[in-house]
Protein backbone atom coordinates (compact mmCIF):
# COMPACT_ATOMS: atom_id res chain seq x y z
CA UNK A 1 0.00 0.00 0.00
CA UNK A 2 1.39 3.48 -0.73
CA UNK A 3 1.99 5.54 2.01
CA UNK A 4 3.62 8.56 3.33
CA UNK A 5 4.99 9.02 6.70
CA UNK A 6 6.25 12.50 8.34
CA UNK A 7 8.48 12.81 11.41
CA UNK A 8 8.59 14.36 13.81
CA UNK A 9 4.81 15.32 14.51
CA UNK A 10 6.36 18.79 15.47
CA UNK A 11 9.73 20.36 16.13
CA UNK A 12 10.65 23.24 18.07
CA UNK A 13 13.91 25.25 17.52
CA UNK A 14 15.86 28.17 18.87
CA UNK A 15 16.84 30.83 15.94
CA UNK A 16 19.94 29.79 14.29
CA UNK A 17 19.76 25.87 15.79
CA UNK A 18 19.45 23.96 11.93
CA UNK A 19 17.55 20.46 11.69
CA UNK A 20 15.96 18.00 9.53
CA UNK A 21 12.52 17.09 8.40
CA UNK A 22 12.00 13.59 7.55
CA UNK A 23 9.30 12.33 4.91
CA UNK A 24 9.38 8.40 4.61
CA UNK A 25 7.48 6.36 1.85
CA UNK A 26 6.51 3.64 0.09
CA UNK A 27 5.08 3.79 -3.41
CA UNK A 28 5.14 1.71 -6.27
CA UNK A 29 7.34 3.49 -8.73
CA UNK A 30 7.59 7.16 -7.59
CA UNK A 31 6.71 9.82 -10.26
CA UNK A 32 7.64 12.96 -8.28
CA UNK A 33 7.59 14.14 -4.20
CA UNK A 34 6.81 17.44 -3.40
CA UNK A 35 7.22 19.82 -0.15
CA UNK A 36 4.78 22.32 0.39
CA UNK A 37 4.56 25.01 3.56
CA UNK A 38 1.14 25.75 5.31
CA UNK A 39 0.68 29.01 7.60
CA UNK A 40 -2.14 28.77 10.31
CA UNK A 41 -5.15 29.44 8.41
CA UNK A 42 -4.03 29.50 5.08
CA UNK A 43 -3.97 27.14 2.08
CA UNK A 44 -0.38 25.05 1.50
CA UNK A 45 1.96 27.10 -0.35
CA UNK A 46 4.76 24.85 -3.11
CA UNK A 47 8.22 24.56 -2.40
CA UNK A 48 10.01 21.83 -4.30
CA UNK A 49 9.66 18.85 -6.24
CA UNK A 50 12.08 16.06 -6.78
CA UNK A 51 11.68 13.37 -8.89
CA UNK A 52 15.21 11.27 -8.70
CA UNK A 53 17.34 10.24 -6.00
CA UNK A 54 20.19 12.13 -5.39
CA UNK A 55 18.41 15.05 -6.55
CA UNK A 56 18.59 18.40 -4.30
CA UNK A 57 16.42 21.77 -4.57
CA UNK A 58 17.10 24.85 -2.27
CA UNK A 59 15.69 27.87 -1.36
CA UNK A 60 16.62 30.37 0.67
CA UNK A 61 17.24 28.30 4.22
CA UNK A 62 15.86 25.52 3.01
CA UNK A 63 17.43 22.56 1.57
CA UNK A 64 15.44 19.58 -0.02
CA UNK A 65 17.35 16.15 -1.00
CA UNK A 66 15.61 12.34 -2.12
CA UNK A 67 17.14 8.99 -1.72
CA UNK A 68 14.70 6.05 -2.63
CA UNK A 69 13.27 5.66 0.77
CA UNK A 70 12.85 9.28 1.85
CA UNK A 71 13.36 12.60 1.76
CA UNK A 72 14.89 15.52 4.00
CA UNK A 73 13.93 19.27 4.39
CA UNK A 74 17.16 20.69 5.81
CA UNK A 75 16.75 23.80 7.79
CA UNK A 76 19.72 25.94 8.40
CA UNK A 77 19.72 28.67 10.62
CA UNK A 78 15.86 28.94 10.59
CA UNK A 79 14.37 32.32 11.64
CA UNK A 80 10.77 33.01 13.43
CA UNK A 81 9.61 33.21 10.32
CA UNK A 82 10.10 29.81 9.00
CA UNK A 83 7.57 28.44 11.89
CA UNK A 84 4.45 26.76 9.41
CA UNK A 85 3.50 23.57 9.16
CA UNK A 86 5.57 21.51 5.93
CA UNK A 87 3.74 19.18 3.61
CA UNK A 88 5.21 16.27 1.70
CA UNK A 89 3.46 14.25 -0.72
CA UNK A 90 4.06 11.60 -3.64
CA UNK A 91 2.87 10.81 -6.63
CA UNK A 92 2.16 7.05 -7.10
CA UNK A 93 3.87 6.05 -10.60
CA UNK A 94 1.32 2.73 -10.48
CA UNK A 95 -2.00 4.48 -9.66
CA UNK A 96 -0.51 8.28 -10.05
CA UNK A 97 -2.47 9.58 -7.20
CA UNK A 98 -1.34 11.76 -4.73
CA UNK A 99 -0.53 10.76 -1.43
CA UNK A 100 -0.02 13.54 1.50
CA UNK A 101 1.79 12.92 4.60
CA UNK A 102 0.20 14.62 7.79
CA UNK A 103 2.82 17.07 8.34
CA UNK A 104 5.48 18.91 10.72
CA UNK A 105 4.86 21.58 12.46
CA UNK A 106 8.10 23.88 12.98
CA UNK A 107 8.14 26.05 15.56
CA UNK A 108 11.21 28.53 15.56
CA UNK A 109 11.69 30.88 18.92
CA UNK A 110 13.45 33.69 18.87
CA UNK B 1 -3.58 37.61 -10.17
CA UNK B 2 -5.83 35.71 -7.75
CA UNK B 3 -4.78 32.43 -7.98
CA UNK B 4 -7.50 30.22 -6.70
CA UNK B 5 -10.47 31.58 -4.92
CA UNK B 6 -12.60 30.14 -2.28
CA UNK B 7 -15.89 31.15 -0.92
CA UNK B 8 -17.03 31.51 1.67
CA UNK B 9 -13.95 31.51 3.78
CA UNK B 10 -16.57 30.45 6.96
CA UNK B 11 -19.67 28.50 6.80
CA UNK B 12 -21.68 27.03 9.81
CA UNK B 13 -24.59 25.10 9.10
CA UNK B 14 -27.34 22.80 11.15
CA UNK B 15 -27.93 19.29 10.46
CA UNK B 16 -29.28 18.12 7.22
CA UNK B 17 -28.63 21.66 5.68
CA UNK B 18 -27.24 21.71 2.21
CA UNK B 19 -24.20 24.52 0.68
CA UNK B 20 -22.19 24.38 -1.74
CA UNK B 21 -18.41 25.64 -1.90
CA UNK B 22 -17.44 27.22 -4.70
CA UNK B 23 -13.90 27.95 -6.27
CA UNK B 24 -12.71 29.01 -9.07
CA UNK B 25 -8.77 29.44 -10.57
CA UNK B 26 -7.46 31.91 -13.12
CA UNK B 27 -4.51 30.37 -13.88
CA UNK B 28 -6.21 28.31 -17.28
CA UNK B 29 -5.23 25.01 -15.21
CA UNK B 30 -6.42 21.65 -16.40
CA UNK B 31 -7.26 19.94 -13.62
CA UNK B 32 -9.17 20.58 -10.33
CA UNK B 33 -9.36 18.95 -6.76
CA UNK B 34 -11.69 19.29 -3.68
CA UNK B 35 -9.86 18.31 -0.18
CA UNK B 36 -10.41 18.12 3.35
CA UNK B 37 -8.25 18.51 6.06
CA UNK B 38 -8.87 17.11 9.65
CA UNK B 39 -6.45 16.88 12.69
CA UNK B 40 -4.06 14.30 12.69
CA UNK B 41 -5.66 12.93 8.87
CA UNK B 42 -3.43 15.34 6.07
CA UNK B 43 -5.26 16.09 3.64
CA UNK B 44 -7.66 13.47 2.20
CA UNK B 45 -8.99 14.04 -1.52
CA UNK B 46 -12.86 14.34 -2.08
CA UNK B 47 -13.78 14.50 -5.78
CA UNK B 48 -11.21 15.82 -8.97
CA UNK B 49 -11.41 16.80 -11.94
CA UNK B 50 -8.52 16.20 -14.51
CA UNK B 51 -9.64 18.13 -16.83
CA UNK B 52 -13.10 20.28 -18.14
CA UNK B 53 -15.94 17.89 -18.32
CA UNK B 54 -14.61 15.01 -16.59
CA UNK B 55 -15.12 14.63 -12.44
CA UNK B 56 -13.75 11.27 -10.68
CA UNK B 57 -14.62 10.16 -6.75
CA UNK B 58 -11.20 10.62 -4.61
CA UNK B 59 -10.84 9.05 -1.55
CA UNK B 60 -13.25 10.32 0.80
CA UNK B 61 -16.21 11.37 -1.43
CA UNK B 62 -19.30 10.03 0.51
CA UNK B 63 -21.74 12.62 1.17
CA UNK B 64 -20.50 15.11 -1.47
CA UNK B 65 -20.94 16.08 -5.10
CA UNK B 66 -18.73 17.97 -7.34
CA UNK B 67 -19.54 19.66 -10.75
CA UNK B 68 -16.79 21.49 -12.80
CA UNK B 69 -18.93 24.20 -14.38
CA UNK B 70 -16.15 25.74 -16.98
CA UNK B 71 -12.65 25.63 -17.62
CA UNK B 72 -12.35 28.16 -14.03
CA UNK B 73 -15.08 27.14 -11.97
CA UNK B 74 -15.32 23.86 -9.48
CA UNK B 75 -17.72 22.98 -6.90
CA UNK B 76 -18.65 21.11 -3.62
CA UNK B 77 -21.81 20.61 -2.72
CA UNK B 78 -23.09 19.02 0.61
CA UNK B 79 -26.85 17.64 0.31
CA UNK B 80 -27.67 16.82 3.55
CA UNK B 81 -24.58 18.17 6.07
CA UNK B 82 -23.53 16.01 8.60
CA UNK B 83 -21.30 16.75 11.66
CA UNK B 84 -18.94 14.35 10.58
CA UNK B 85 -18.11 16.96 7.52
CA UNK B 86 -17.41 19.55 9.83
CA UNK B 87 -13.43 20.63 8.62
CA UNK B 88 -11.19 22.70 6.39
CA UNK B 89 -12.04 22.55 2.99
CA UNK B 90 -9.29 23.43 0.38
CA UNK B 91 -9.84 23.84 -3.17
CA UNK B 92 -6.59 23.27 -5.48
CA UNK B 93 -5.41 23.49 -9.28
CA UNK B 94 -2.36 22.03 -11.08
CA UNK B 95 -2.00 22.91 -15.07
CA UNK B 96 -1.16 19.20 -16.11
CA UNK B 97 -4.69 17.04 -16.61
CA UNK B 98 -4.87 13.62 -14.57
CA UNK B 99 -3.31 13.33 -10.99
CA UNK B 100 0.73 12.79 -11.84
CA UNK B 101 3.39 15.11 -11.64
CA UNK B 102 3.04 18.96 -11.17
CA UNK B 103 2.51 21.24 -8.45
CA UNK B 104 -0.56 21.55 -6.60
CA UNK B 105 -1.73 25.61 -6.31
CA UNK B 106 -3.99 25.93 -3.24
CA UNK B 107 -7.44 28.08 -2.14
CA UNK B 108 -7.02 29.54 1.37
CA UNK B 109 -9.79 27.54 2.52
CA UNK B 110 -13.52 26.99 3.54
CA UNK B 111 -13.83 26.45 7.38
CA UNK B 112 -17.04 24.27 7.88
CA UNK B 113 -18.50 23.29 11.43
CA UNK B 114 -21.79 21.38 11.23
CA UNK B 115 -23.94 21.40 14.21
Known amino acids: EDQVTQSPEALRLQEGESSSLNCSYT??????LFWYRQDPGKGPEFLFT???AGEEKEKERLKATLTKKESFLHITAPKPEDSATYLC???????????FGQGTTLQVKP | NAGVTQTPKFQVLKTGQSMTLQCAQD?????MYWYRQDPGMGLRLIYY???????DKGEVPNGYNVSRLNKREFSLRLESAAPSQTSVYFC??????????????FGEGSRLTVL
Open chain 2, 92 to 105: ASRILPGQGSGELF
Open chain 1, 27 to 32: VSGLRG
Open chain 1, 50 to 52: LYS
Open chain 1, 89 to 99: TVVSGNTGKLI
Open chain 2, 27 to 31: MNHNS
Open chain 2, 49 to 55: SASEGTT
